[in-house]
């Protein structure tokens, strides 16, 4: 097959695609594995860094290097990610719980509860390939990916429709939920988020001067 013709371009697609359903079928599985509340949080966690490694062109063994990633980060990413997820649960039932209320304050607190919603979501998509990228201390991740999403509002934005239209798509045919819809989460958000950390990396590496 020739490079960039269209058989090439089909089985590029086919591939990419069969490994992102074995990506969401292990998330799946160690998602399970920890019980679900402690196994959601290592298994993103182990799918961003799969992802990040299949996109710098490393070969990538889903299986044995997801468990090896899963079991070395399960304490700091639940750490992590937890908190994260209990404050999106809560910004859910906020909203749903003023969206009842007939007055116009309960309809403006409902909306807020969505805006924030909608900024954690991304945050939260942008903080796992940042987690995958930096040695941070864990108290500085959260800050650093809201700083860096506000700072990036077409991240903000496409981060926002990829979640949006993948959700979207599931709803619409929910055959796929236990095959692509993770995968695909975990794989358009961390190529999305990876590019944007390139291209700071390298504004960051032209802009300081040379000693």
């Not at 090896?68 to 980060?73: G, K």
Request: charged fraction near 10%; include cysteine.
């Amino acid at each position: 097959m020739r490079p960039g013709s269209l058989a090439a371009t089909a089985w590029e697609l086919c591939d990419a695609l069969t490994w992102i359903a074995l990506l969401n079928l292990t998330w799946i599985a160690f998602t399970l594995l920890g019980g679900v509340v402690f196994g959601f949080a290592p298994s993103t966690v182990a799918a961003s860094t799969l992802v990040r490694r299949r996109v710098r062109g490393d070969v990538v063994r889903p299986l044995t290097e997801f468990w090896a990633v899963y079991r070395a980060e399960f304490f700091r990413a639940n750490a992590l990610l937890l908190p994260l997820a209990l404050g999106m649960a809560a910004l859910l039932f906020s909203s749903q719980y003023f969206e009842r209320g007939a007055d116009a304050l309960s309809g403006i607190l409902s909306g807020l509860a969505l805006v924030l919603l909608a900024l954690c979501v991304a945050v939260g998509a942008v903080l796992v390939p940042l987690y995958c990228s930096y040695e941070l201390p864990l108290r500085r991740y959260v800050p650093s990916a809201v700083v860096f999403t506000l700072a990036n509002p077409l991240l903000l934005v496409l981060i926002l429709a990829t979640v949006s239209g993948v959700l979207a798509l599931s709803w619409f045919m929910p055959g796929i939920l236990p095959f692509l819809t993770v995968g695909l989460l975990s794989y358009l958000s961390t190529r999305l988020s990876l590019d944007f950390i390139d291209r700071n990396e390298n504004r960051l590496a032209t802009s300081t001067p040379s000693g």
